[in-house]
Structures are given as structure tokens and as C-alpha cells.
């Protein structure tokens, strides 16, 4: 079985700040793990994916991840926040692509 | 980029009607579509795998005389909830796969309100 843990439901950072969004996930076989962003009454777009390989990913809008197999985590983060970059955040693994598992989500709140 | 279309965007009905939602990939066909459930402040709940020209694979007590899925083409996905109740409000969305192994893109979301 999958799962997911996003530690933090709301995280508040001050423009220009770094941003760090936690995700942790539990899986029995390699998996595929998943970083989306959801607009306020819009669906998710991905922002980076990490299926094998390079274990540092750079996805869209300045944001990379790292997947660390021995802390089972893919931490999200961004050097410099934009006031764009308030939504909520949403970490996903698979096996593959097909079914996803996602956390319960991190609502990231940008101060001017 | 890939694209898929929900419509409607927003529906507000009474309890015991029947609406419909409907899943585009605009630009590309997709044989497999997924249907999420996305309750207030929470996260998003497989509800079930669309495949087309084939019956739908729900996930573990999601009610499939409940919520109708029907894959007719490559391009379209529906999803029905009959006989919906207020409990059945939430924000549901699909996505939908290009090329498999690949990650799904997702529509923009139906907000359900039954009065």
C-alpha cells in the first residue's frame, strides 16, 4: 500500500522567502512521486514528477524537489517566493502513473 | 500542452435530480480517465478509472449505481451522479492520461451544490 503525509497544512512565508513544503511517503515498491498545484476553484497542475533517475527534480515557476529514498521524503521548495506562488500544494505517489495517492494538502500563504 | 475541458464548471440542483459532467481532452485521446472527489479543505479522493469502451473501475466504497461512468470515446468521459443528495456536494475533477506512463492532466473542476 501507498500513502502520503504532508506535515503542515499551512504554511505562511514572506516574499522573497524560501519555501519549504514537506511530503513524506510510505510505498512497498519504487515509486512515482508527484508535486501539484491547485488554484483557488481550478484543478492541478503538476508542477515536477520524479519517476527514476536524477534524484533532484526542477519542475515549473523556480520550483524543484529531492528525492531521498532513505527519509522516504520529496520535500518541495523554492529559493525566492512570489506572491503568485499562494495555492495549495498537493503531493501524489504512484507506482506508475496511473492511480494516484495524494496527501491532504498544504496551503501555502505569501506575504508581501 | 495537453488540455482537458470539465464542463459545467459550477452546477447548483435539488435534491433527487440527475446531472451530468463531462470529461474533454481536447488535444489529444485518452483511453484511460480518472474521476476525483474533493471535499471542503481536503484532499483529492479516487473515485474511479474511466476506460474507453469498457465499464469503469471504482475504488473501494464509492457507489457505482451512484455515480455513473460512461467512456464512449477517446476524447470523452461522463460521470453522473443520480439522484443526488446535499451529501453528494463537493468539487469533483478528472483527469486524464496522453501517453501512458505519463502524468495525468487535469481539468479545471465541477462545483455540485444540491440544495
Known amino acids: ?112 | 500542452g495537453a488540455v482537458v475541458s470539465q464542463h459545467p464548471s459550477r452546477v447548483i440542483c435539488k435534491s433527487g435530480t440527475s446531472v451530468k459532467i463531462e470529461c474533454r481532452s481536447l488535444d489529444f485521446q485518452a483511453t484511460t480517465m480518472f474521476w476525483y472527489r474533493q471535499f471542503p479543505k481536503k484532499s483529492l479522493m479516487l473515485m474511479a478509472t474511466s476506460n474507453e469502451g469498457s465499464k469503469a473501475t471504482y475504488e473501494q466504497g464509492v457507489e457505482k449505481d451512484k455515480f455513473l461512468i460512461n467512456h464512449a470515446s477517446l476524447t470523452l468521459s461522463t460521470l453522473t451522479v443520480t439522484s443526488a443528495h446535499p451529501e453528494d456536494s463537493s468539487f469533483y475533477i478528472c483527469s486524464a492520461e496522453d501517453t501512458p506512463n505519463q502524468p495525468q492532466h487535469f481539468g479545471d473542476g465541477t462545483r455540485l451544490s444540491i440544495l
Open chain 1, 1 to 112: 500500500a501507498q500513502s502520503v503525509t504532508q506535515l503542515g497544512s499551512h504554511v505562511s512565508v514572506s516574499e522573497g522567502a524560501l519555501v519549504l513544503l514537506r511530503c513524506n511517503y510510505s510505498s512497498s515498491v519504487p515509486p512515482y512521486l508527484f508535486w501539484y498545484v491547485q488554484y483557488p476553484n481550478q484543478g492541478l497542475q503538476l508542477l515536477l514528477k520524479y519517476t527514476t533517475g536524477a534524484t533532484l527534480v526542477k519542475g515549473i515557476n523556480g520550483f524543484e524537489a529531492e528525492f531521498k529514498k532513505s527519509e522516504t521524503s520529496f520535500h518541495l521548495t523554492k529559493p525566492s517566493a512570489h506572491m503568485s506562488d499562494a495555492a495549495e500544494y498537493f503531493c501524489a505517489v504512484s507506482h506508475n502513473t496511473d492511480k494516484l495517492i495524494f496527501g491532504t494538502g498544504t496551503r501555502l500563504q505569501v506575504f508581501p
